[in-house]
């Protein structure tokens, strides 16, 4: 298996341009969160979904954040318009839930998109 | 609501000596605690995890937690230190509620090792 597959793995854009960024599960996981790593607040999850679903987006800082999963082997993070303050690295993981069973969460994590806002 | 404290932002220590990173947590369900580590600009490497089986957890690399229930804790340790155990350690919690499991990730701990 490839992984978790993100791309881009690096972009620089100038304040008020849209920015997507993509992540490609590993195939059979059912769950995705998008998650946002700064210095200043460490690793922040930002939204996620089970079976396609979002589940809890109380992470997603503004509504300039929006998140789609249209399919179990795709996701979008679009920041639009995007500010400089949104420069971070934005890391894509994904994980098998068995139903109830605990311990079946174990995130593997894509290689990150790192964003430059200008 | 769940939430992860890792008491350390840094951790230093000499070669060969012990390493023990804190980290307590707060969940509404039964978690999943987890160790990740993150080497200078990698991504996240699960160390260990703990899914209410045995409460000492081996993970790789010579590390080793112990969930502790009565104290909410789930602090990491390894006997002896080397020079590549140098990165940031992530402390997670994972519980059910209403549909998935949010995964939340500590502060981090930045672990220095000195020759």
């Known amino acids: 298996d490839a992984g978790v597959i993100q791309s881009p793995r690096h972009e620089v854009t100038e304040m008020g341009q849209e920015v997507t960024l993509r992540c490609k599960p590993i195939?059979?996981?059912?769950?995705l969160f998008w998650y946002r790593q700064t210095m200043m607040r460490g690793l922040e999850l930002l939204i996620y979904?089970?079976?396609?679903?979002?589940?809890?987006d109380s992470g997603m800082p503004e509504d300039r954040f929006s998140a789609k999963m249209p399919n179990a082997s795709f996701s979008t993070l679009k920041i639009q318009p995007s500010e400089p303050r949104d420069s971070a690295v934005y890391f894509c993981a994904s994980s098998t839930l068995q139903g109830a069973v605990t311990g079946a969460n174990v995130l593997t994590f894509g290689a990150g998109s790192r964003l430059t806002v200008l | 609501a769940q939430s992860v404290t890792q008491l350390d932002s840094h951790v230093s220590v000499s070669e060969g000596t012990p390493v023990l990173l804190r980290c307590n947590y707060s969940s509404s369900y039964s978690p999943s605690l987890f160790w990740y580590v993150q080497h200078p600009n990698k991504g996240l490497q699960l160390l260990l995890k703990?899914?209410?089986?045995?409460?000492l957890v081996k993970g790789i690399n010579g590390f080793e937690a112990e969930f502790k229930k009565s104290e909410t804790s789930f602090h990491l340790t390894k006997p002896s230190a080397h020079m590549s155990d140098a990165a940031e350690y992530f402390c997670v919690v994972s519980d059910g509620g209403t549909g998935g499991f949010k995964t939340i990730f500590g502060a981090g701990t930045r672990l220095f090792v000195k020759a």
């Open positions: 979904f089970n079976n396609n679903v979002p589940i809890d």
């Open positions: 195939s059979g996981h059912n769950s």
């Open positions: 703990y899914t209410s089986a045995a409460t």
